[in-house]
């Protein structure tokens, strides 16, 4: 399967919903020869949305990677899902490519996921290109649309090519680099773009720039050479005009990429070995780096680990050096992926696509070789629903359908909630958990139960305090006695454990134990042996059992330090049980002594609204106990608002901001930070704890 790398162009296609991207790709394939067939997204017959789901909503749900060939360059290109609900899918992508075409319907222009998408590409380093579709559609102000693209993108847009006719109208595209006898019929006159385009592209090499201020124009061969080098520099960003519907401007589009879209060589990648900043060479014959960018597990239960090569040869049938491994991980079978359907190869070498079947170590982000490549940045998922099974006896089956969700997709985590004894499972939002649990219902036949979104409050401490608790126990045999005495301490956010050493001056400080998912640190400073040291484990047990139960409502409890100064044994009634005990309830007594208080996930929003909505959604935001902190034009009449908000008071926002808006309204959010929740609102959450707490 060797191919020569300098002939690979890897590509992801990103943009918001409906904007035409899955059929795209399906023109791409037919056009090219790749597949014989007539792909329709509403028939329900496109090659790359094959999954029961896709075909039910009409709508990419998961990545898709397909192949096609065309002017000598083999082209592995990933169709992403629009939905800014799904935008790992669209990261993980990203990773795996050197381009990003970013897609815009032409008649609904830049939305809130379009911006998404450039600014993921910028962040994975892809040169990016933008396609504008459907210029089919009626009333489309095509200045205005270029205007805005390059107000949200900048002046480094430039048309490739601009249509003839618009509409109904729409029958060709005309190049801007290659300047035709006619430009008849043209809705922006070539000649006007051509000499900026050129400026674009030469931008990059001084000599010809040079030359050509002199007045001696470059050749079209040596522009086209030029023109990767401009798009990895950032100073050219092609647009490129198509209507798939009607077949224009597709064949233009794909010889445009043969020249614009990056080879692997163009993009340099990094890894760790060692503990060293490496380099990696392309090359077949360099050192394997290659990494998992995305998990399917499709209905026969059939694992397949898609995977980018960096460097080096991957090999069927091999045993690899892993990030997620003690030992080496033994692969089988390479396949080749064409949207559902899969080919063996032997190998693949550097830029290739992959996918390895039937491997259960292999993970989304897992390394494979002895360099440590960057973990792929996935957004941190907010929206909470408590899980279980409809039909008593599929605790197991919900448990192992869920489990596949999860490595399939890095944007939603589940949890076992100890005291509840409920699955917690997260996303990124309503609509993503409700296709969560179509896909349950579909390929795992098993329905679940959910109740409403369930918060992530953490809990935690805001003074200092002091005490002890002592465990004693008799019951006839032998007993159970523990004394612990601690201080328990606020631990902010960003300060390391030596700073907050000399602050709070343990000149008697032994031993640290730091606890980063939690930010805990507990301080063994026992002088002498008034807690003999083969307990210190069970005291540190008891703590940790406490920050997972929380103690005034019953959340995990982050941001604290508690040391361990004194204590008392019994030679014949202490045991680890009894210590354990006697931490946790120390530890619990002097929590609730030091200023306790809840905190809540804070969220970023970026919510992209007409702009005569803006008011509405500043005053809407005020009563969620959000804030704005700043709006820009979001191009076509559309204001992107960027506000931070309680996520408490917004995980259900989408309804309200379709209603707001007349549906015309758009949002995304990530996790920002914890804050303390504000006191009137604290106490509801703790009286709805205890309440609850009372019932069961």
Request: charge should be negative; include cysteine; hydrophobic fraction near 40%.
């Amino acid at each position: 399967m060797a191919r020569n790398v300098a002939d690979l162009r890897n590509i992801a296609v990103c943009g918001h919903s409906s904007a035409g991207k899955t059929s795209l790709v399906d023109q791409l394939l037919v056009k090219s020869g790749a597949v014989n067939a007539k792909p329709s997204v509403e028939a329900g017959t496109s090659i790359c949305d094959f999954d029961e789901e896709e075909k039910h909503h009409k709508h990419s749900v998961e990545a898709t990677v397909v192949n096609y060939d065309h002017a000598g360059k083999h082209f592995n290109v990933i169709d992403t899902p629009g939905y800014p609900d799904l935008v790992g899918q669209m990261i993980g992508a990203l990773r795996a490519v050197e381009t990003a075409l970013i897609v815009v319907d032409a008649h609904a222009g830049i939305k809130v996921n379009t911006r998404r998408a450039w600014s993921e590409a910028g962040k994975a380093g892809c040169g990016r290109i933008v396609v504008l579709t459907k210029l089919d559609s009626d009333n489309i102000d095509f200045p205005g649309l270029i205007d805005s693209i390059k107000e949200v993108f900048g002046n480094s847009c430039a048309l490739l090519n601009v249509p003839v006719g618009l509409g109904d109208s729409f029958k060709g595209v005309v190049s801007t680099l290659s300047l035709p006898d006619s430009t008849e019929g043209a809705v922006v006159d070539p000649k006007e773009i051509h000499e900026t385009l050129i400026e674009s592209i030469i931008e990059v090499d001084e000599a010809l720039m040079e030359r050509y201020f002199e007045g001696n124009m470059p050749s079209d061969d040596e522009l086209r050479h030029l023109m990767v080098q401009a798009i990895t520099a950032g100073t050219l960003t092609p647009i490129v005009c198509v209507s798939t519907k009607n077949d224009i401007g597709v064949a233009e589009l794909m010889d445009a990429l043969v020249d614009a879209a990056l080879p692997p060589t163009a993009v340099p990648r990094t890894g760790k070995k060692d503990g060293e900043t490496v380099t990696l060479k392309p090359d077949a014959s360099a050192p394997l780096a290659a990494q998992v960018f995305k998990t399917r597990i499709d209905p026969f239960v059939q694992r397949l680990s898609f995977v980018r090569v960096y460097a080096g040869t991957l090999k069927k049938d091999s045993t690899l050096e892993s990030s997620d491994a003690r030992k080496g991980i033994k692969i089988g079978p390479l396949l080749a992926v064409q949207a559902s359907d899969t080919s063996p190869v032997d190998d693949a070498g550097p830029g290739e696509i992959v996918a390895i079947a039937k491997c259960e170590d292999l993970h989304t982000g897992t390394s494979l070789g002895d360099v440590q490549l960057p973990s792929i940045p996935f957004p941190t998922p907010m929206v909470g629903l408590a899980t279980a099974p409809k039909s008593r006896g599929d605790e197991a089956k919900l448990s192992g359908a869920l489990y596949k969700i999860t490595e399939e997709d890095s944007t939603v985590h589940l949890d076992h909630d100890p005291e509840t004894k409920e699955m917690v499972l997260t996303g990124m939002s309503e609509l993503h958990l409700t296709l969560i649990q179509e896909r349950l219902k579909r390929r795992d036949k098993v329905e679940v139960e959910t109740k409403e979104p369930k918060i992530p409050y953490r809990e935690t401490v805001q003074a200092n305090g002091e005490g002890s608790y002592r465990h004693k126990k008799q019951s006839g045999g032998a007993g159970q006695f523990a004394e612990v005495h601690i201080r328990l301490f606020p631990l902010p956010e960003g300060v390391s454990i030596e700073e907050f050493a000399v602050k709070e001056r343990f000149p008697q400080m032994k031993k640290t134990h730091y606890h980063e998912k939690n930010h805990f640190l507990w301080i063994d400073s026992i002088v002498g042996a008034s807690i003999p040291g083969n307990f210190m484990p069970a005291v540190e047990k008891g703590f940790l059992e406490r920050l997972k139960q929380g103690v005034v409502a019953g959340y995990p409890v982050q941001n604290v330090c508690v040391e361990v100064h004194y204590g008392k044994d019994h030679p014949v009634d202490s045991n680890e049980t009894a210590f354990k005990m006697a931490a946790s309830k120390a530890f619990a007594q002097v929590f609730k002594d030091a200023r306790p208080a809840l905190l809540e996930p804070v969220v970023n929003m970026h919510i992209t609204v007409p702009a005569d909505n803006v008011g509405d959604v500043s005053s809407d935001l005020s009563g969620r106990r959000g804030q704005m902190v700043g709006m820009e034009s979001a191009g076509g009449g559309l204001t992107t608002v960027e506000a931070k908000a309680p996520l408490a008071e917004v995980s259900t926002y989408a309804r309200t901001l379709s209603s707001m808006t007349g549906g015309q309204g758009s949002y995304t959010m990530e996790f920002s930070h914890y804050e303390v929740v504000p006191g009137n609102v604290q106490q509801d959450i703790i009286s709805q704890a205890k309440l609850k707490e009372d019932e069961d």
